[in-house]
């Protein structure tokens, strides 16, 4: 659910008001150039930038991550209410020995949440998925958000509320999925020694 929004300040510095709405007019001129998909500037742009400007990088990598993520949360702030239906959908695609399957979805008055799951096909008893960011489109008239989503063993679940909420009948309908790995490389793993250790 969203929380309201209360500012961080009662206080604001007028003279900035010119150049904010500037700040404004380039955002809205970015979504328009890039046709509302901006994607990530490179780190060396960012690096750049940084020391050009006299901001942090790390700041800058997450005001860039803001602005290619967050803005369609807030576009979409309908939470799904009065549920009516579960309707199955089960259509599914293998890739890679990975198997993509829409399941099913649950039917609300204002919304509808879709599941998309995924399962790795491979006799390994134990299998470690990578991380990776799930994005559903269908067509320009449904707008698709994140919602929640889990793991167990070798697959994993993502819902997405669509709205507005999709005809109860999906005969003709395409669900497209975009499958965008996330990179972990900046974090490197430490390994465990095997060890005992005692606390005393």
């Known amino acids: 659910m969203r929380m309201p929004f209360r500012p961080p300040t009662d206080y604001y510095c007028e003279e900035l008001a010119q150049i904010d709405e500037q700040i404004c007019s380039l955002l809205a001129k ?15 742009l960012i690096s750049s930038w940084s020391q050009k400007f006299g901001f942090n990088q790390d700041w800058l990598q997450g005001l ?22 579960f309707i199955p959908i089960l259509k599914s ?29 491979t006799p390994e008893p ?11 489109f269908i067509s320009p008239d ?35 999925l975009n499958i965008k790995p996330i990179e972990r490389s900046e974090f490197p793993e430490v390994p465990f020694a095997k060890t005992t250790i005692s606390f005393k």
């Not at 970015?30 to 060396?44: A, D, I, M, Q, T």
């Not at 134990?126 to 559903?136: A, Q, S």
Request: hydrophobic share 40%.
């Open 30 to 44: 970015r979504k328009e150039l890039s046709n509302n998909n901006p994607g990530f500037p490179n780190l060396e």
């Open 64 to 85: 860039f991550a803001k602005m290619m993520h967050e803005e369609i949360y807030m576009l979409m702030p309908v939470e799904p209410t009065d549920f009516l239906k």
């Open 93 to 121: 695609v293998e890739i890679d020995k990975i198997t993509y399957a829409v399941t099913y979805m649950k039917q609300y008055s204002n919304a509808s949440v879709v599941y998309i799951e995924a399962e790795v096909n």
């Open 126 to 136: 134990i299998v470690r998925l990578g991380h990776v960011d799930f994005e559903l």
């Open 142 to 176: 449904y707008q698709c958000r994140p919602s929640n989503g889990c793991g167990h063993g070798k697959g994993m679940q993502r819902a997405f509320v669509v709205t507005p909420a999709l005809p109860d009948d999906l005969t003709g309908f395409e669900f497209r």
